[in-house]
């Protein structure tokens, strides 16, 4: 009897350590201070956030990997590198939202924790959370100032517009898109909106790598082609950028006359001071310091192995899964309201 509990015993006690010293490899709970932030290059403000975040969680006693890539496949190659060091939570903000599914696999098998900022990472069943705006959200807002500018809800028109669009490698472009033609689209449909180019369909306004330059030599030709003299009444533009290439393009036939109503996204200077010269209608702000707190505290609730936060379960599909997401509010900034600006 006292051999079979002593048996019993040890087989127990191997049991444990072999549990312990998994839980020592995996180290993703509350002890796991590590974390990952994987960011694009592609801006100050993307630089500025990872810095942000980074600065943050230091302050806290995080230990906190953040890098930035220019390309996708250098991403996936510094996202590869940060999983084999185990952290607590990774934070990956897209260089190619599509380009990611074969890295993150070994995320998903080491049961680390994603958290998808401001661009949902596609194609994978990885991603944990999303932290973003309201992106179709922004869209319709785009589509909403247009409409109320025109009139068209009382039946004004026909007035003619030509749309653009973001990088097709970027979920949120195709959802800024999304968001405006779903207010706009009736109204080309009835002839209240008319678009002389036809182009109206994504892959036939994206704009690749959101080039402020790729945005110019398409209204250049546009222009060229059905405006000549002349400008259309509304242009679509997705941000700030693709709304610079769009006035300069405009500026470089010598066109004089009224001014296109024209959107953008970002509330960058350039785009501000467009706006207070009336070359630009208006812009979207998203205000980074309330999305980079807001995924700090995501980021801390994931490591301590808490609930984060959510508004949304069933908006932001990525191919594979329903991500949970929390979307904060942006704001229209326009002539009448440039004192809001932070």
């Known amino acids: 009897m006292q051999k079979k509990l002593f048996t019993v015993l040890c087989l127990?006690?191997?049991?444990?350590?072999?549990?312990?010293?998994?839980?020592?490899?995996?180290?993703?709970?509350?002890?796991?201070?590590?974390?990952?932030?994987?960011?694009?290059?592609?801006?100050?403000?993307?630089?500025?956030?990872?810095?942000?975040?980074?600065?943050?969680?230091?302050?806290?006693?995080?230990?906190?990997?953040?890098?930035?890539?220019?390309?996708?496949?250098?991403?996936?190659?510094?996202?590869?590198?940060?999983?084999?060091?185990?952290?607590?939570?990774?934070?990956?903000?897209?260089?190619?939202?599509?380009?990611?599914?074969?890295?993150?696999?070994?995320?998903?098998?080491?049961?680390?924790?994603?958290?998808?900022?401001?661009?949902?990472?596609?194609?994978?069943?990885?991603?944990?959370?999303?932290?973003?705006?309201?992106?179709?959200?922004?869209?319709?807002?785009?589509?909403?100032?247009?409409?109320?500018?025109?009139?068209?809800?009382?039946?004004?028109?026909?007035?003619?517009?030509?749309?653009?669009?973001?990088?097709?490698?970027?979920?949120?472009?195709?959802?800024?898109?999304?968001?405006?033609?779903?207010?706009?689209?009736p109204y080309l449909d009835k002839g209240q909106l008319i678009c002389p180019s036809g182009e109206l369909t994504f892959d036939r306004v994206a704009t690749k790598d959101w080039e402020p330059k790729n945005a110019q030599a398409r209204m250049e030709k546009l222009l060229a082609a059905y405006y000549p003299g002349t400008a259309p009444a509304a242009v679509l533009s997705p941000n700030d950028g693709v709304a610079g290439g769009i006035q300069a393009a405009i500026e470089s036939t010598g066109y004089s006359g009224p001014q296109p109503l024209l959107s953008g996204q970002d509330a960058d200077p350039a785009a501000v001071e467009a706006i207070r010269k009336g070359k630009q209608t208006f812009t979207i702000q998203k205000d980074p310091e309330l999305l980079t707190a807001k995924c700090v505290r995501m980021i801390k609730a994931v490591v301590e192995g808490t609930q984060p936060v959510i508004n949304d379960l069933s908006t932001y599909n990525n191919g594979k899964i329903t991500v949970p997401s929390y979307l904060c509010t942006p704001l229209i900034i326009d002539k009448d309201n440039l004192s809001l600006l932070k």
């Open 12 to 185: 127990a006690v191997l049991a444990i350590s072999s549990l312990l010293a998994a839980g020592c490899g995996q180290d993703n709970g509350e002890g796991n201070k590590k974390v990952a932030v994987a960011f694009a290059n592609s801006s100050a403000s993307w630089q500025r956030n990872g810095e942000t975040i980074k600065k943050t969680l230091e302050q806290d006693g995080f230990t906190v990997d953040l890098r930035f890539a220019d390309t996708a496949t250098q991403q996936a190659e510094q996202l590869s590198e940060q999983i084999n060091e185990s952290p607590g939570c990774i934070v990956i903000g897209a260089v190619d939202s599509t380009a990611l599914t074969d890295v993150l696999k070994e995320a998903k098998e080491k049961n680390i924790p994603i958290i998808a900022y401001d661009r949902l990472v596609m194609n994978t069943d990885a991603v944990s959370y999303y932290a973003a705006f309201d992106n179709e959200a922004v869209g319709e807002a785009m589509g909403e100032y247009f409409e109320a500018a025109m009139q068209l809800k009382n039946g004004a028109g026909p007035y003619t517009i030509e749309v653009f669009a973001g990088d097709p490698a970027d979920n949120n472009a195709h959802l800024f898109f999304s968001g405006a033609m779903k207010i706009l689209q």
